[in-house]
């Protein structure tokens, strides 16, 4: 059974940093890549990224570029995501999801973590 | 950056009827690679179609994509009490990978 299991809600101020984690299980991490999408509160859906499962490779949206470090641990077949310098309109469920593990892979993100919300506020 | 644009906003429909949900990009999606998603309150959105027309594993056969270049379409043969929820469409084709902002089906 595939699954991916995000880390637990996040309260932070503004200024500071978050890491997420998606740890996953039930597939060859390697085969894939993991993106990283969130939700502003009543908003639609944002890419903030992908990593490769394969190689590291990353490709971040180019709002986040500077902000955002996307890695992974293929060890356990965790992905995490930081994001720094967090803003109150950081404020947002973040949820990973299984992509493919090349650019231009033609896959689609087929399997979903929980999502985390991380909350900014002083 | 490819812009999806979705319409309509809202689409309030009775259970048993057919629904059909648009979604239009601002240029052509490459290799069609658009899908649809489906997301529930409080839940992850849920992959229904991909390659514009293929279902996912394990996705009702009531759902079907359809489209191509800029046009595409989600419908719903007919509406189980399950199937209300926020519906996105997503290109990715050419990077940025990007959304639509989602249509809203609702029951009547």
């Known amino acids: 059974q595939v699954r991916l299991v995000q880390s637990g809600a996040e309260v932070k101020k503004p200024g500071a940093s978050v890491k997420v984690y998606c740890r996953t299980s039930?597939?060859?991490?390697?085969?894939?890549?993991i993106s990283w999408v969130r939700q502003a509160p009543a908003q639609g859906l944002e890419l903030v990224g992908w990593?490769?499962?394969?190689?590291?490779?990353?490709n971040y949206a180019q709002k986040f570029q500077g902000r955002v470090t996307m890695t992974t641990d293929t060890s356990t077949s965790t992905a995490y995501m930081e994001l720094r310098s967090l803003k109150s309109d950081d404020t947002a469920v973040y949820y990973c999801?299984?992509?493919?593990?090349?650019?231009?892979?033609?896959?689609?993100?087929?399997?979903w973590g929980q999502g985390t919300t991380v909350t900014v506020s002083s | 950056e490819i812009v999806l644009t979705q319409s309509p906003g809202t689409l309030s429909l009775s259970p048993g009827i057919r629904a059909t949900l648009s979604c239009r990009a601002s240029?052509?999606?490459?290799?069609?690679?658009l899908a649809w998603y489906q997301q529930k309150p409080g839940q992850a959105p849920r992959l229904l179609i991909y390659?514009?027309?293929n279902r996912a594993t394990g996705i009702p056969d009531r759902f079907s994509g359809s489209g191509s270049g800029t046009d595409f379409s989600l419908t719903i043969s007919r509406l189980e009490p399950e199937d209300f929820a926020v519906y996105y469409c997503?290109?990715?084709?050419?990077?940025?990978?990007?959304f639509g902002q989602g249509t809203r089906l609702e029951i009547k």
């Open positions: 240029q052509s999606v490459g290799n069609n690679y």
């Open positions: 039930g597939f060859t991490f390697t085969s894939y890549g």
């Open positions: 990593i490769s499962g394969y190689n590291g490779n990353t």
């Open positions: 390659g514009a027309s």
């Open positions: 997503q290109q990715y084709g050419s990077s940025p990978i990007t």
């Open positions: 999801a299984r992509d493919g593990y090349y650019i231009g892979s033609g896959k689609s993100m087929d399997v």
